[in-house]
């Protein structure tokens, strides 16, 4: 994973995926219009050296992400978060609903069905020095920050932060209005984690969350209708392929039945033939390269 380069999947929006099979999850390394670059999301704990190469290669040694963005808090999405603000030495942002589970403990009110069901039962089984220290690896309460409440994002200042509740209480994601680029974290994905053959193959397919892992389904259900209602162009996800959407079509059939994988999405983004990297899309159906391999985000 350590050499790991990552792929840039619209202008300034570089996709790494962490993780392997139906474990994988996306992070993004993403450049504003002033130069500043952040990282969104962490992937699991073990991928801190990954995304460090990937950002060194990205920025050129010396240079770090400004700052870190979650989605969530999640062991995929900010396992690694806390290595990398240290390492770094820059915040993590989260949305101030999400930043009470910084602390990486089981908080009832908060819980999601896998939690309750395995996460609880098998901790309990720990003793309680082990428990502790398990609980205090995930701990990101010393770098953790709350997001502003307008909407504004640290490090991006051509972006805007969306709440998206319902897989965690707290999830955001993040929009880039001028080109509707949308990084929707776990609020919309596109392979269906709820389905063992959709996890398995990684078939593309635009879906909700995993039911398992969700806190609130009906909140989660609402969260996907406000994504469709932004029509993004691109669809960079926690989960799954990049997706550039000619039409929202697919996303608001998705809203009406968020736990049934919609089976009309087309359009992925794929790295332009012989170009290295690929773009945004400039009408539907159609890719330009965005800028030559190598050169930072
Ligand atoms: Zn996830």
Known sequence: ???????????????????????????????????????IDAGWRGSARAIDAAARQLLGTGTRPAAILLTHIHPDHSGAAGALARGWGVPVYAHADEVVMA????????????DRWLVVPLMNLLPARRRAAVEAAGDITDVVRPLDPSGAVPGLPDWEYVPTPGHTPGHVAYLRRADGVLVSGDAVLTVDL???????????????PPRVTTWDRAAAQRSVESV??????????????????????????????????????????????????????????????????????
């Open 194 to 208: 709820n389905s063992l053959v959709g996890a398995v193959s990684g078939r593309r397919r635009l879906a909700g």
């Open 103 to 114: 602390a990486g403990r089981y908080l009832p009110e908060r819980s999601m069905p896998l």
């Open 228 to 297: 469709a209602a932004l029509n993004p162009r691109v669809l960079a996800p926690g989960h799954g392929p990049p997706l550039a959407l000619g039409t929202a079509r697919a996303l608001h059939a998705l809203a009406r039945r968020p736990w049934a994988a919609s089976r009309t999405v087309r359009g992925t983004v794929r790295p332009a033939p012989g170009r290295g990297v690929p773009g945004l899309l400039r009408s539907p159906g159609a890719l330009r390269p965005a800028r030559p391999e190598g050169r930072c985000c």
């Open 1 to 39: 994973m350590a050499g790991q380069v990552a792929r840039e999947i619209a202008p300034g929006v570089h996709m790494l995926t962490l993780g392997r099979g139906v474990a994988a999850s996306n992070a993004y390394l993403v450049r504003s219009a002033d130069g500043t670059c952040v990282l």
